[in-house]
C-alpha cells in the first residue's frame, strides 16, 4: 500500500525567507502523480503544485517549486520569499492514475512578519 | 462561480439523527469523491464515484450511503450518527484528460459536522 510521510508536523520562517517542506512516499508504481495541497485557516484545500512521475523536471508554480527525487521517492516543497498569506497547512499527497489521492499528515507552516 | 460547492457548511446535530451533506460541481468533471479530515487534521477518502457509478469504498460503515444522481452531484446520506463522525467532510471532482492522465482533484469548502 502507498503511504506518505510529512516527517515535519511543524514549521516557521520569517517573512521574505525560504523555507523548506519535506515529504517521503512508498510506492511501487512507476507511473503516478504528487500533489502540495494548502489548507489556511478557512479550511479551503487549495492546490498549490503538480507533479507527474513521469516528468523529470521538477514543477515550479511562481514562488513555489519543488525537488522531485523519484528513485529516493521524495517530494520537497520549497517556497521562496515567504508571505504572511502563506501560513497554512501544507499537505502532500500521492496519486496513482486511476485513484485517489493518499495524504500525508501535514505541516503547519507559520509565517512570521 | 463557485467550482466544487457543499451544502450546508457547517451541521450541528445530535447522536442517533440521520444527516444529509450535498456536493455539486460545475467544471464538467465525471468523477467525484468524499474524504474526511479528523479532529487531528488527517484526511482519509471515503468513497469516490466515476459518471454515477461507484468506484471506491473505503471501509467505511454502512451508515454512511453516497448517491450520485448525475455527474456533477455527490451527496453523503449519514445515518444514526454516532459522535466519532464529527469531522471535516470534503467533496473533491476531477477527470480523465487525453491520453488517460488524471486531472488534478478540485476541493469543495468542506463541511465541518459535530455530533453532540
Known amino acids: 500500500a502507498q503511504t506518505v510521510t510529512q516527517s515535519q508536523p511543524e514549521m516557521s520562517v520569517q517573512e521574505a525567507e525560504t523555507v523548506t517542506l519535506s515529504c517521503t512516499y512508498d510506492?511501487?508504481?512507476?507511473?503516478?502523480?504528487l500533489f502540495w495541497y494548502k489548507q489556511p485557516p478557512s479550511r479551503q484545500m487549495i492546490l498549490v503544485i503538480r507533479?507527474?512521475?513521469?516528468?523529470?523536471q521538477n514543477a515550479t508554480e511562481n514562488r513555489f517549486s519543488v525537488n522531485f527525487q523519484k528513485a529516493a521517492k521524495s517530494f520537497s516543497l520549497k517556497i521562496s520569499d515567504s508571505q504572511l498569506g502563506d501560513t497554512a497547512m501544507y499537505f502532500c499527497?500521492?496519486?496513482?492514475?486511476?485513484?485517489?489521492?493518499?495524504f500525508g499528515t501535514g505541516t503547519r507552516l507559520q509565517v512570521f512578519p | 462561480d463557485t467550482a466544487v460547492s457543499q451544502t450546508p457548511k457547517y451541521l450541528v446535530t445530535q447522536m442517533g439523527n440521520d444527516k444529509s451533506i450535498k456536493c455539486e460541481q460545475n467544471?464538467?468533471?465525471?468523477?467525484m469523491y468524499w474524504y474526511k479530515q479528523d479532529s487531528k487534521k488527517f484526511l482519509k477518502i471515503m468513497f469516490s464515484?466515476?459518471?454515477?457509478?461507484?468506484?471506491i469504498n473505503e471501509t467505511v460503515p454502512n451508515r454512511f450511503s453516497p448517491k450520485s444522481p448525475d455527474k456533477a452531484h455527490l451527496n453523503l446520506h449519514i445515518n444514526s450518527l454516532e459522535l466519532g463522525d464529527s469531522a471535516v467532510y470534503f467533496c473533491?471532482?476531477?477527470?480523465?484528460?487525453?491520453?488517460?492522465?488524471?486531472?488534478?482533484?478540485?476541493f469543495g469548502p468542506g463541511t465541518r459536522l459535530l455530533v453532540l
Open positions: 499527497a500521492f496519486m496513482r492514475n486511476t485513484d485517489k489521492l493518499i
Open positions: 510506492t511501487s508504481e512507476s507511473n503516478y502523480y
Open positions: 507533479q507527474e512521475a513521469y516528468k523529470q
Open positions: 473533491a471532482s476531477t477527470s480523465i484528460l487525453a491520453g488517460g492522465h488524471k486531472e488534478t482533484q478540485y
Open positions: 464515484y466515476n459518471n454515477k457509478e461507484l468506484i
Open positions: 467544471l464538467g468533471h465525471d468523477t
